[in-house]
C-alpha cells in the first residue's frame, strides 16, 4: 500500500466515524428502520442513558485521531472491538443494511494491517 492509499483510507474511516459520532448526538441523519430484535436491541442500550453516547464519544475521539494522523495505532485498536460489535450486530440483527459494518471493518483491518510494525511488540516475550 501507498502512503498516499494508506491516507486516504485513514481520512475515510476517520471521516466516517467523526460524522456517525456526531450524529448520535445531533440527529442530522436519519435512524434507520430496524427489524424488530435489532430495535430492542438498541432501545436497551438507549434505555441506560449513557451506552450509545460513549460509544459516540470513542467514535468522535478515533475519528479526530484519525484525521489528525495522531496515534493511529492506537485508535486503530481502540476501534477495533467497535467495529466488531458493528459487525456482528448487523450479522445477528440487521443482515440487510451491513455495508457501512463491513466497510468500517474492513478499512481498519487494512490501517492494522499497515500499521503492523507498531503492534509487533505486543506480540514479543
Not at 45 to 54: E, M, N, R, W
Not at 63 to 74: D, E, P
Not at 83 to 100: A, M, T
Amino acid at each position: 500500500m501507498t502512503a498516499s492509499f494508506t491516507k486516504i483510507l485513514r481520512w475515510l474511516l476517520g471521516v466516517f466515524l467523526l460524522v456517525f459520532g456526531i450524529n448520535k448526538f445531533v440527529g442530522f441523519l436519519p435512524t434507520p428502520e430496524f427489524p424488530d430484535e435489532a430495535a430492542n436491541f438498541i432501545s436497551s442500550l438507549d434505555a441506560t442513558g449513557y451506552v450509545l453516547y460513549l460509544i459516540a464519544l470513542f467514535e468522535i475521539f478515533i475519528g479526530i485521531l484519525l484525521l489528525a494522523n495522531k496515534w493511529v495505532a492506537f485508535a486503530l485498536l481502540l476501534l477495533a472491538p467497535i467495529s466488531l460489535n458493528i459487525l456482528l450486530f448487523h450479522v445477528f440483527l440487521d443482515l440487510s443494511d451491513i455495508w457501512g459494518a463491513l466497510v468500517v471493518v474492513s478499512l481498519n483491518v487494512l490501517l492494522i494491517y499497515k500499521y503492523w510494525k507498531a503492534y509487533r511488540p505486543l506480540f514479543q516475550y
